[in-house]
């Protein structure tokens, strides 16, 4: 094969490939990503407790173990804000201590 017949085949190959590229980038990017179909999440009023709790013991515990590294968590309860302040608080300190503990 010489050098003009090579030349050639590859300016066709590639203007071949410019022109088709666009379309398979368009169709790629035209599919939903997955994970973002819209949900309907209805939260039993237990559960917002439990999520409150969570949230107010994980800042309780982080800020524990940011302040003096020692847990200071006290006696649980039945109730789902209980639960979700245990849970939470657990988490917490262990991120706390994990960043300023160390």
Same mark, same amino acid.
């Given at each position: ?20 590229? #666009?379309?398979?980038?368009? $169709?790629?990017?035209?599919? #939903?990503?997955?994970? =973002?179909?819209?949900?309907?999440? =209805?939260?039993? #009023? /237990?559960?917002?407790?439990? $999520? ?10 982080? /800020?524990?173990?940011?302040?003096? &590294?020692?847990?200071?968590?006290? /006696? ?24 300023? &503990?160390?």
């Amino acid at each position: 094969m010489n050098a003009s017949h090579w030349k050639r085949s590859v300016v066709l190959v590639s203007s071949f490939l410019l022109a088709f590229a #666009p379309v398979g980038l368009q $169709q790629a990017s035209a599919a #939903p990503p997955i994970g =973002t179909h819209a949900k309907v999440v =209805t939260v039993a #009023p /237990a559960d917002r407790d439990y $999520q409150r709790g969570y949230r107010d013991g994980f800042r309780a515990g982080y /800020a524990d173990a940011r302040n003096d &590294c020692s847990s200071s968590l006290g /006696a649980n309860s039945d109730s789902s804000y209980a639960r979700g302040y245990s849970a939470g608080y657990s988490a917490g300190f262990a991120r706390g201590e994990a960043r300023y &503990c160390q």
